[in-house]
């Protein structure tokens, strides 16, 4: 291991809390191929059981820290080659422990074009410059006609040409500029005006027509929001130094500051007065801005930081939602011109059936949709009936009312589904390819029932950023979007485990070390001979080696086939552990697995050998007891209010069942069956202080809450989680209520059309109806954030 490893990599332990040869392994792991959700159930041993999380955590800042060690490496470089680069330079640049230390340090060393200071310095200026700052007691007027010349008419140019060269020199002082970055991060101020003119057009801004927040204070929802208003033209936005307003005309404290650093002092020597002017125009021409640009670029970069981990959030929770199961459904996509798409799937998920009925305008063949849907509900034995919450959810929703009221004897269940991303699958080339058979109006469909089924299954088949959890998406960096997100199918694929044998490519590819190639491959190998009987079948699988093999075989299942353990999570290579374990119970395999009584019975110490140590031991154990078992939360509805259709129907008071369907940074929204997402202030959480609403809910959980205030005008529900809360109490600041920090244009022009309709904008929710558990979040599409992108 190189020192420059070495570093890194007990920087990263000192940073987790965990001992140096923990980060060690893990790096060497994760160089060599293995994936987080491998090296966290698998090699515990190995990391000192560093979890999921701890590891997401590692590889990033492993990431950021070699970066670093790369800037570094080129800024040594680039000084070298210029001959500048002595000891202490060198030492402060391996030292510097941060992007912008180091950018800093080699600010003055840094190419860049010509500039004033330069011009100075060729014309022979900085002796004066020099003289003057050292011995204040020279008349700068007399001391700078001295060095008039060809190039500099008289001693005002001279000392222009002085001053140039001083305030580039103090603006390159990294130490100074360091400590002035920090002192105005954490008492300056973002303030934000509405630019003329521009009151009516940029309406959806209002909130921060006249606003003002310290740097510190300001969440991250507000910051996009501002710096959305800003590039709309609707807002002007400065950045405020704060700090102690001194007398007017007197020195600011950031410009005595830099008076200080460079040893300044105003005794009332005859250069005294000049060198002031000189700081004051170096702090407001040249520092001011550059701490600006600094402070704007640290503002975006954590308001991007928590975006991200929010849309991280709300997807994790969105694709572990509870599955309503192996169940034949029903899914309705709703249309009015074009009528509603209709799909039936088998309890796998296998297209059966496909119709196109017309009971709304202009048809309105009510009747005639009803009788189609009773065929199909009675011909596939279908129990679940998923309802996209497009365009005509409502009216939809009452025609499947209707039939689920007219079939008593099948026992039906209506769900309204969240539609997000559908049209993205349904023009994918996947869905091309899986449902070639089928108009893409009717893939739609499809993607809703099944995801009513499995969430996770069928959402793994859309883009992440597509389906519409995230806060000002398009305002985040691709990237690292991209990178979170994909974590986050990732982890939770591998936690829940994929069936081998029904498993599409799209959920393949998402297994610890399959790519899509080899995900095709094993869909093609099962196509051409079947379904696999073992994992260790995997090796007949064209380009799936070892080493492949190695990272997926214990997140694979193998339902039925001909080794029991291959419908666990315990990994092929620790076969011969619970092999031990069946010859100490004095039992076979099959009566061992799920025998909680003879599995407590066994002591794991007695399975520790050279190569599974304790915690993998414990976790068998744990696995053979319930093997196989999905982490999601079982499957169930909220039960919506009988006659509470529309925001016109609620009343202050209410107690009501919803959905939460959104978690954001200042609270949550909760789906009660109006058409529109109600907000629950984090303020109105609990009784105890929240720091964090996830604290309290997620996306998906059912809840009880009260409506606080009712404005239909703006659309806007105040809720609380809190029953006993009096009328007017804890409605959060007007600022977040619903309003999304003004974003409501990312769904302007994006929402979904198929056939000549908007498929954007509501949802329904009619007497008897319910969201799943496993309701797709997009309550901030419709109360102003982002939909993700969501064009047909």
Not at 430 to 446: F, I, K, P, Q, T
Request: net charge neutral; hydrophobic share 40%.
């Amino acid at each position: 291991m190189t020192d420059k490893s070495a570093s890194v990599q007990q920087r990263i332990a000192d940073e987790l809390g965990v001992r140096p040869h923990q980060v060690a392994t893990a790096v060497e792991l994760l160089d060599g191929g293995a994936t987080v959700p491998f090296i966290a159930r698998y090699r515990k041993e190995a990391t000192g059981a560093l979890d999921d999380a701890q590891l997401r955590t590692l590889e990033e800042r492993l990431r950021y820290l070699r970066e670093l060690e790369e800037r570094r490496d080129a800024v040594l470089e680039s000084i070298r080659s210029q001959g500048k680069l002595d000891d202490a330079l060198e030492a402060q640049i391996l030292a510097a422990d941060s992007k912008a230390r180091l950018e800093d340090i080699y600010l003055p060393y840094k190419p860049k074009r010509r500039t004033k200071a330069m011009i100075a310095r060729e014309n022979g200026l900085e002796p004066l410059a020099d003289a003057l700052l050292a011995d204040p007691t020279l008349d700068p007027v007399v001391t700078a006609e001295g060095y008039r010349s060809e190039n500099v008419a008289d001693a005002a140019a001279a000392l222009e040409g002085a001053r140039a060269i001083l305030v580039e020199r103090f603006s390159e002082e990294a130490d100074l500029i360091g400590g002035l970055r920090e002192r105005m991060w954490s008492q300056g101020v973002l303030v934000s005006k509405v630019r003329e003119g521009k009151a009516e057009t940029g309406a959806k801004f209002a909130d921060y027509f006249d606003f003002s927040e310290p740097f510190t204070k300001l969440p991250s929802h507000r910051i996009l929001a501002i710096f959305r208003g800003e590039k709309e033209e609707a807002l002007d936005v400065t950045l405020e130094p704060g700090g102690v307003a001194g007398e007017p005309g007197a020195p600011s404290e950031y410009e005595q500051a830099i008076a200080q650093y460079v040893g300044i002092v105003d005794q009332g020597r005859p250069a005294d007065t000049w060198l002031g002017d000189v700081v004051r125009w170096a702090w407001r021409t040249r520092i001011l801005l550059h701490l600006g640009i600094d402070i704007r670029i640290r503002l975006r970069a954590a308001a991007e930081e928590a975006a991200i981990r929010v849309f991280a959030t709300n997807l994790r929770d969105l694709l572990l939602a509870a599955p309503a199961g192996t169940r034949a459904t029903m899914g309705l996509d709703p249309g009015l011109r074009t009528g509603v798409k209709v799909a039936v799937v088998d309890p796998t998920g296998k297209v059966v059936a496909t119709e196109t009925v017309h009971p709304h305008e202009p048809r309105r063949d009510w009747n005639g949709a009803l009788t189609t849907l009773t065929r199909l509900v009675v011909a596939h034995d279908v129990e679940l009936i998923a309802i996209g919450n497009g365009t005509a959810s409502r009216e939809t929703d009452k025609l499947a009312g209707e039939l689920v009221a007219g079939n008593p004897g099948l026992k039906l269940t209506k769900v309204m589904v969240s539609e997000a991303g559908a049209s993205v699958y349904s023009a994918s080339a996947y869905a091309s390819a899986e449902l070639s058979d089928l108009d893409v109006s009717l893939r739609g469909a499809v993607s809703i029932a099944r995801r009513l089924q499995d969430p996770l299954a069928e959402l793994v088949k859309i883009d992440p950023k597509s389906i519409g959890v995230g806060q000002y998406q398009h305002d985040l960096p691709e990237s690292a979007l991209s990178r979170s997100l994909d974590a986050v199918v990732e982890d939770c694929v591998n936690a829940v485990g994929v069936d081998l044998n029904s498993a599409s490519v799209p959920l393949l590819r998402r297994v610890s070390g399959i790519s899509e190639s080899l995900a095709a491959n094993i869909v093609a190998h099962r196509d051409t001979h079947g379904p696999f009987r073992t994992r260790t079948a995997l090796a007949d699988v064209p380009r799936l080696g070892p080493k492949a093999f190695e990272q997926c075989a214990g997140f694979l299942r193998v339902r039925g086939g001909d080794e029991p353990l291959d419908v666990s999570g315990v990994h092929p290579e620790a076969y011969p552990v619970v092999r031990r374990m069946v010859a100490a119970a004095k039992t076979d395999i099959t009566s061992l697995i799920g025998n909680g009584p003879k599995l407590t019975s066994l002591k794991p110490e007695r399975f520790v050998d050279e190569q599974f140590g304790l915690p993998t031991v414990t976790d068998i154990l744990a696995e053979l007891e319930k093997p196989g078992r999905d982490p999601r939360p079982a499957f169930r509805t909220a039960i919506f209010a009988e006659g509470v259709h529309k925001i016109a129907d609620l009343k202050p008071g209410m107690l009501l069942e919803g959905v939460v369907t959104n978690v954001a940074a200042f609270g949550a929204f909760v789906d009660v069956g109006v058409h529109q997402d109600g907000l629950v202030h984090v303020s109105a959480m609990s009784r105890q202080f929240v720091s964090d609403p996830r604290e309290v809910v997620k996306s998906g959980d059912v809840v009880r809450v009260k409506v606080l205030e009712v404005d239909e005008a703006r659309k806007r529900i105040s809720l609380t989680l809190r029953l006993d809360d009096e009328l007017g109490a804890s409605k959060g600041p007007r600022r977040e209520q619903q309003r999304g920090g003004g974003n409501r244009d990312d769904r302007r022009g994006r929402n979904d059309r198929r056939g000549g309709e908007r498929r954007g904008g509501g949802r329904g929710g009619q007497p008897g109806g319910g969201m799943a558990n496993s309701a797709m979040a997009d309550a901030l599409r419709r109360a102003g954030f982002d939909t993700g992108g969501r064009s047909r």
